[in-house]
């Protein structure tokens, strides 16, 4: 199956569908910021960040997801024929991301540039970067995690369902052995996808057993339970969080959240996904298919949750 009317949508559409007409002259592409019936009638293949919002039946042979998250495609999951997601080169910049979250800490960046308002010249002593962190999730994205913290001499803890050792980690652990993975965690992160599983699963148990912990979530918002996130930063379980998912974004105006002074919040923007990223997941796959060759970059639909 090479579908050869393909819909694209999302910010990345229009760089992305220029891209390839260079690259797959044969497929006939629409862009459109939001697109309507007779746009997803006519689509073989969608690729966007978001399942399309339009009313009556959709159904596509092949969904790519130009991010590496896929909840709102595993929502749709009987529509689709063939689910596809972009990594490229996701795992590194979320690597990085997450280490300047750590070298901003501690080489007191934020504190200078509060300083810095204050005419303040006021040096802090040196922090190391933390010698132990958890990660929540071991898939790809997790893995960038894991190797930008090794390579800088931290031991990274991973935890997953099974405890199965994933590359680039230390160690693992079972979700049922958090209590071991999180002793002495200095730093904890989630890379983890929203699913019904782990809906609320950074509850009390996790955030109340820290002690003196940086949290940092890159997964998905609805993973944390905010009121124990909440009671963990007043007991000082939890001294700093940097949130960079949130369960609605934008994050509502009202929020807590916004005005905790231990919590830092960015706009989802720990590994955005490039045109290049999402051209070359396009393109590979799409040869791939034409060789009769099951995707690397495919989701198990089953499994996924
Ligand atoms: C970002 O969160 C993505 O899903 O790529």
Redesign the pocket.
Known sequence: MTPRRLLLSGRLGQPVAVALADLLPQVSVRVREHPDSDDVGWAQAYTG?MWPQVPGPVAFEWVH??????DDFVDHSSQIGLLTR?IGG?PERMGTFVLALLLDHAHHLTAYAEAQRRRQWRPLGPAPLPSRAVVLGTGQIASGIARALGLHGVHVTGVNRSGRLASDFDTVYPWRDIDAALDGCQVLISALPASPATKGIISDTVLGSLRETQFINVG?GSTVDLSALQSALTRGSVVQADLD?FEVEPLEAASWLWAHPQVRITP?V????TVDDVVEAIATTFAELARGVRPPLHVDLEGEG
Do not use: C, E, I
Request: net charge positive; proline share 0%.
């Open positions: 960040f997801a130009m991010g590496a998250g896929v972009t996701m998905r998912v989802h720990g590994a955005l996904s």
